[in-house]
């Protein structure tokens, strides 16, 4: 399944803008995505644990495209 991150949208370019401001590169980003401690939040929200960071995102699948679709979400619009 191929995995495509939606950097596109005024939101995720300020999570963005975060991130980098943090120390937290878009490797890291899919190193948390793909090797970090995922638990669901809400149905299609979830937060993946990775060493010192952990990140919000929403997650869609297109099974007819075989695509992972994942749309990052700031921490302040989810409530635990």
Do not use: C
């Not at 590169?25 to 669901?40: C, P, T, V």
Request: hydrophobic share 30%; no cysteine.
């Amino acid at each position: 399944m191929k995995l495509k991150v939606n950097w596109s949208e005024k939101r995720q370019r300020h999570i963005l803008d975060r991130m980098l401001l943090r120390g937290i590169s878009r490797r890291e980003f899919y190193d948390a995505l793909i090797k970090g401690e995922k638990r669901e939040q809400k149905k299609g929200i979830y937060e993946s644990m990775y060493r010192y960071y952990s990140i919000v995102y929403e997650e869609q699948f297109l099974r007819d495209k075989d695509i992972k679709k994942i749309y990052p979400i700031p921490k302040t619009d989810v409530v635990s």
